[in-house]
């Protein structure tokens, strides 16, 4: 087997979305994304993740379907940033929300990784995620829990 050239990043996804217009206001005017392109036509929206070079958020307007598929994307932030979330998710009007989609005020720390992480819901319901890795060994046994008790340890 011939190895593959390593993977960095995921640069771009895409996400189906009822409402486009309710969608775009969340990504862009909630979330703070910079609209790079829209086209009606095509019912379709994107946005970059840290500018042209870094990622890409497409944005589909679906059919209607009785079904809805629920999808999970997380945004790589710094540890200050991270911790800044719960606040500016809360001023813009949306819930912050821990691993298990308890509402939260602070992010929460996912042990075995160990990363700093928070999560909300966009309008359709998709699962968005702030994470920030973190340079602590991995502790296991820690499981899920706040962020202030991953610093009392």
């Not at 909630?30 to 379709?44: I, K, P, S």
């Amino acid at each position: 087997m011939t190895s593959f050239p390593q993977i960095d990043a995921v640069y771009e996804t895409h996400l189906p979305v009822r409402d486009l217009d309710r969608a775009v206001e969340f990504y862009r005017d909630t979330l703070g994304l910079e609209l790079a392109y829209r086209q009606e036509t095509r019912g379709m929206a994107f946005f970059w993740i840290g500018g042209q070079q870094t990622g890409m958020l497409g944005l589909w307007q679906a059919g209607s379907a009785p079904m809805r598929m629920m999808l999970h994307m997380a945004f790589r932030l710094g540890q200050e940033a991270v911790l800044a979330v719960p606040a500016a998710l809360k001023a813009n009007g949306a819930e912050p929300l821990g691993f298990d989609g308890e509402p939260v005020r602070e992010p929460v720390v996912i042990g075995w990784m160990p990363a700093l992480t928070v999560y909300c819901k966009d309008p359709d319901g998709h699962s968005i995620e702030f994470l920030c890795p973190l340079p602590d060994a991995p502790d296991p046994d820690f499981g899920v829990g706040p962020w202030s008790r991953w610093l009392q340890r």
